[in-house]
T-cell receptor, first 113, second 114 residues
Framework: EAGVTQFPSHSVIEKGQTVTLRCDPI?????LYWYRRVMGKEIKFLLH????????ESGMPNNRFLAERTGGTYSTLKVQPAELEDSGVYFC???????????FGPGTRLTVT | DAKTTQPNSMESNEEEPVHLPCNHS???????IHWYRQLPSQGPEYVIH???SNVNNRMASLAIAEDRKSSTLILHRATLRDAAVYYC???????????????FGKGTHLIIQP
């Protein structure tokens, strides 16, 4: 069974540009989560989808971040326009049950210069 | 989610048991105790979880104090591949529509000496 995959693995963009990160959860997992770790900080929860619906986006830092999960399969996280402080590693996770084990992807390392 | 406290780092020798402590004195009756770990350059990985009774799986054991204010993750025979940051996380089973994401702290950096 394929695990959670994320694309790209690395992205380097300039301040003000737009970047879109993609996450493919484990097939059949209705729950999809986005997290990020910025330099020197702890991993922080961003938002949670159940199928295509956003359940909780309390962790989204500001309106420059837009997450979508059309059709309840893969998800994208768009940052527009990117700022220097957005640099970090963005993780996606999925789970079958709401309170079950979360399976994490390898992360996308975003560098904004 | 209630807060947990873990040592910043621990060191152990290969092939010896490792006991990673976690304090959660403000745990509520509906909080499950979860452990995740993050190996270098990888995403976090689930290890084990429990509510009141001790739990065992192929990766580790979880010992939960009777008053549930602390717990210990036990790696029975550490290998170099177990070198990682270990996170103790509380998850409220009744959180419902609230924040369902995991709340990561700083975790314990486990160093394994060959």
């Amino acid at each position: 069974e394929a695990g959670v995959t994320q694309f790209p693995s690395h992205s380097v963009i300039e301040k003000g540009q737009t970047v879109t990160l993609r996450c493919d959860p484990i097939s059949g997992h209705d729950n999809l989560y986005w997290y990020r770790r910025v330099m020197g900080k702890e991993i922080k929860f961003l938002l949670h989808f159940v199928k295509e619906s956003k359940q909780d986006e309390s962790g989204m830092p500001n309106n420059r971040f837009l997450a979508e999960r059309t059709g309840g399969t893969y998800s994208t996280l768009k940052v527009q326009p990117a700022e220097l402080e957005d640099s970090g590693v963005y993780f996606c996770a999925s789970s079958q049950d709401l309170l079950g084990e979360q399976y994490f992807g390898p992360g996308t390392r975003l560098t904004v210069t | 989610d209630a807060k947990t406290t873990q040592p910043n780092s621990m060191e152990s020798n290969e092939e010896e048991p490792v006991h990673l402590p976690c304090n959660h004195s403000t745990i509520s009756g509906t909080d499950y105790i979860h452990w995740y770990r993050q190996l270098p350059s990888q995403g976090p990985e689930y290890v084990i979880h429990g509510l009141t009774s001790n739990v065992n799986n192929r990766m580790a054991s979880l010992a939960i104090a009777e008053d549930r204010k602390s717990s210990t993750l036990i790696l029975h025979r550490a290998t170099l591949r177990d070198a990682a940051v270990y996170y103790c996380i509380l998850r409220d089973v009744w959180s419902g529509g609230g924040a369902d994401g995991l709340t990561f702290g700083k975790g314990t950096h486990l160093i394994i000496q060959p």
